[in-house]
DNA sequence: CCTTGACTTCGAGTGCACTCAAACCTCTAG
DNA sequence: CTAGAGGTTTGAGTGCACTCGAAGTCAAGG
């Protein structure tokens, strides 16, 4: 954790990179990673630890988000550095944020498809092909 | 096209690469490939060209549809290896096949939430909360 | 016959996104 | 003081799934 060495009173609210990362779901290389190719900057303790406050988490968050709904780095860079050269940039940034819905929706639905494939399988192996819920073979699930 | 050699005048529904390829939306070296490795067997022409019945049409979307779901290759050979050894091998199928239907709930749920996220950008950047139509800045789609 | 374009094989190459190794530092507990 | 857990840096390595290149074959059109 970062350090307890508090010379004031006041509970700051700091996360080490291992917890942030376990909150995440992403191993602290990949945090590291992020934060070498410039994709969010994180404060340093005196020691020279990584101190993650509410700002650089939420940055962290939405990275992973993107990142997990299929938008590449390099993708994330652009967005970045759009997000860093202020606000005239907003149209460029709308127009990459409208493509990634489009993309998070074609997943959605492909993904749809294949939950019915697969379940069309699990009907096929586990009971009667219109039977889902009581199988005569599997019975748990 | 498979050869218009046709002894009997029975239309043969097969399909050339491109053909397949191109309803499934990859490319042909990724057919080659997936045969390659054993995913699927293809018959040949007489000149030796890969001809799609209907059966291995079937077998490639399958495959397809597991591989955009987020099952591996890995994964996806231990299930064909599975289906040819035959029908002794349906439990550890059903299993498979339950596994993968829940990575794929996971994966519409994380979706969902980078929809959310990104629907909240666009927001941002793209006039009022609940405008998704008739944006006042972006001009130019 | 000749060209064109889609197909064949095989091995090798590519791009992406991590993932790790090594050597070092620092804090806390025993 | 010592051990051990967890942190730091840099450059290099890994795994996956294609993706491509080269050289050749084949069928149809002009």
């Known amino acids: 954790m970062p350090p ?3 010379s004031a009173s006041i509970p700051i609210e700091t996360l080490s990179i291992s917890e942030v990362c376990n909150r995440l779901g992403i191993t602290a290389h990949t945090a590291r990673y992020y934060e070498r190719i410039g994709l969010l900057h994180v404060g340093r303790s ?6 993650f406050d509410q700002r650089a988490v939420d940055r962290l968050d939405f990275l992973v ?4 709904s299929g938008m590449g780095i390099s993708e994330l860079t652009r967005y970045v550095d759009l997000v860093n050269q202020g606000e005239s940039t907003t149209p460029e940034r709308l127009q990459i944020m409208r493509d990634q819905r489009q993309r998070i929706i074609e997943q959605i639905r492909d993904l749809e ?3 019915t494939a697969t379940e069309y399988k699990i009907a096929v192996y586990g009971g009667a092909p219109d039977d889902t819920s009581h199988s005569p073979k599997g019975h748990h699930s």
């Open 4 to 6: 307890t060495t508090d």
């Open 46 to 51: 005196p020691s020279g630890r990584r101190v």
């Open 65 to 68: 988000r993107m990142r997990s």
């Open 113 to 115: 498809r294949a939950l």
